[in-house]
């Protein structure tokens, strides 16, 4: 069994920060890509950032410069630092692992629960 588990969203004014983190536990031999996406009310989810296991990453056009991914490979965290908050940021931020449980098993992906973020005046 894999589990993901969020923390860190909340209410914040424009402008401003938060951090998620996300931790990964249970089973697990390796973890490749891990990532934070998505969900506005209305929308589909999309990506917000990914690293890799070698720490490379990707953003969304619409963050970049203002969010930073990280991760803690050896805690299996992850970690989304967003910093000048803007209201379009409203959303369910889920995290999202691609790992091998085994190490004689194919990659399997895990999704966590989602945390909410809000960001308003």
């Known amino acids: 069994q894999v589990q993901l588990v969020e923390s860190g969203g909340g209410l914040v004014q424009p402008g401003g920060s938060l951090r998620l983190s996300c931790k990964a536990s249970?089973?697990?031999?390796?973890?490749?890509?891990m990532g934070w996406y998505r969900q506005a009310p209305g929308k589909q989810r999309e990506l917000v950032a990914q690293i890799t296991s070698g720490g490379s990453t990707n953003y969304a056009d619409s963050v970049k410069g203002r969010f930073a991914i990280s991760r803690d490979n050896a805690k299996n965290t992850v970690y989304l630092q967003m910093n000048s908050l803007k209201p379009e940021d409203t959303a369910v931020y889920y995290c999202?692992?691609?790992?091998?449980?085994?190490?004689?098993?194919?990659?399997?992906?895990?999704w966590g629960q989602g945390t909410q973020v809000t960001v308003s005046s």
């Open positions: 999202n692992a691609d790992l091998r449980p085994r190490y004689y098993g194919p990659s399997v992906n895990y």
């Open positions: 249970g089973v697990i031999f390796s973890i490749n890509a």
